[in-house]
């Protein structure tokens, strides 16, 4: 009975709003990362761009979370909400983190690898974007949304053998004169892959989601 009154009553859609407006944040704080990662005197401004777009997307998660509570018929499980809105913030977060690595130690040049990550974790960021739009109709989206989610898992594990590939060349240009610049470098490339994480965790919420509903 329980499940019949709740099948008719209407839902509240603006979550799909903000799921859609926290993926926006994403795209623009990759985007930021990807221009941190070009070097030279536009480092600082891409930094703090990485830093504001965070912080936008913590007010929506807040949001997201506040209205959790409050909403009496939610689209889809509560706990699926709340881990949806957290695995979004954790990927900017991470973003937010690579750029403090880069403040901190006063990064200015990177290596090839790292604009290669980077440019990825823009790829990635789009598909999610995408995905998360997706979501509202997701009967309907179901096909898009499965091709969509395992791009993102494919596109990951390129990141990983970039990964594995830049800290190698790192080693080997630095093993003998300059080993700080290796365990910095180590460190930002760290961090780089685990935004991709973060972005495959994405991914896979909304895959189980997906199972789940449709």
Not at 40 to 60: F, T
Not at 108 to 117: T, V
Not at 150 to 172: C, M, N, P, W
Request: with cysteine; proline share 2%; glycine share 4%.
């Amino acid at each position: 009975m329980l499940s019949w009154f709740q099948a008719i009553m209407p839902k509240e859609l603006k979550f799909f709003t903000l799921f859609s407006d926290h993926a926006e944040t994403l795209v623009e704080g990759a985007n930021a990362l990807r221009d941190i990662m070009k070097g030279g005197d536009g480092v600082a401004e891409a930094c703090a761009r990485v830093v504001a777009h965070e912080d936008a997307a913590d007010h929506i998660t807040r949001e997201v979370l506040l209205n959790v509570r409050r909403t009496f018929i939610t689209p889809f499980d509560r706990g699926d909400i709340k881990d949806l809105i957290t695995s979004l913030d954790d990927a900017i977060d991470q973003m937010q983190k690579t750029a403090k690595v880069v403040t901190l130690f006063e990064l200015r040049e990177f290596e090839d690898p790292m604009r290669e990550m980077a440019d990825i974790i823009v790829e990635a960021a789009l598909l999610t974007r995408e995905a998360v739009g997706l979501m509202a109709n997701m009967r309907q989206n179901v096909t898009r949304l499965n091709q969509l989610t395992e791009q993102i898992t494919h596109i990951e594990d390129r990141s990983d053998v970039i990964y594995d590939a830049g800290r190698k060349a790192l080693f080997l240009a630095h093993r003998h004169d300059d080993p700080m610049a290796f365990v910095v470098g180590v460190d930002l490339y760290s961090h780089l892959e685990k935004v991709m994480d973060r972005f495959e965790d994405v991914a896979n919420r909304i895959s189980g989601i997906v199972i789940e509903q449709v």
